[in-house]
T-cell receptor, first 112, second 113 residues
């Protein structure tokens, strides 16, 4: 597609449940990033995939968070045993050499 | 110490005003710089890259001062539609040419009629 696609756009889940968030980057973009943004807060880096290199996982807040990128394209961010503090907008972005990121419209996660 | 710092504002200016935002970064090895615009409850969108010599796009002018480690965004003749949060972003030198961006927390701008 023309842009970065994320699904679902909204997700309400019960505390303790697992959730999967999906990101489909712009075709041909080799780098993919996950950030999250809590209400009124800045962008918090989570994880970064670049081609076939090992991902930069330095931003993942706990071992409940994991992400994978299959075939160098689609990525899935998984949050296990969700907590209320996980509630945020999860943003995916992709980029190509020398340019800034293009963000998807995000997944708004609410843990109740 | 934050990698990228911005004055959060808010900046409230009348239509037609000129407004400027600054953003400082901590790593002198940073190599690429960007301004993003984020509307309420929307994703950030790339406004413009910032080049060493400075660059202009219509009413928007971006400048980089490497010696003082800051970038700036100047908006001339403000429009109501310029109301948004402006995020600066900095890419640091890394092993890959596609390193991650560090974002400031954003500066909120409201343009009033």
């Amino acid at each position: 597609g023309a842009g970065v696609s994320q699904s679902p756009s909204n997700k309400v889940t019960e505390k303790g449940k697992d959730v999967e968030l999906r990101c489909d980057p712009i075709s041909g973009h080799t780098a993919l990033y996950w950030y999250r943004q809590s209400l009124g807060q800045g962008l918090e880096f989570l994880i970064y995939f670049q081609g076939n290199s090992a991902p930069d996982k330095s931003g993942l807040p706990s071992d409940r968070f994991s992400a994978e990128r299959t075939g160098g394209s689609v990525s899935t961010l998984t949050i296990q045993r969700t907590q209320q503090e996980d509630s945020a907008v999860y943003l995916c972005a992709s980029s190509q050499t020398g340019y800034g990121y293009t963000f998807g419209s995000g997944t708004r996660l609410t843990v109740v | 110490r934050k990698e990228v710092e911005q004055d959060p504002g808010p900046f409230n200016v009348p239509e037609g005003a000129t407004v400027a935002f600054n953003c400082t970064y901590s790593n002198s090895a940073s190599q690429s710089f960007f301004w993003y615009r984020q509307d309420c409850r929307k994703e950030p969108k790339l406004l413009m890259s910032v080049y060493s010599s400075g660059n202009e796009d219509g009413r928007f002018t971006a400048q980089l001062n490497r010696a003082s480690q800051y970038i700036s965004l100047l908006i001339r003749d403000s429009k109501l539609s310029d109301s948004a949060t402006y995020l600066c972003a900095v890419k640091e030198m890394g092993g890959s040419t596609l390193g991650r961006l560090y974002f400031g927390r954003g500066t909120q701008l409201t343009v009033w009629p």
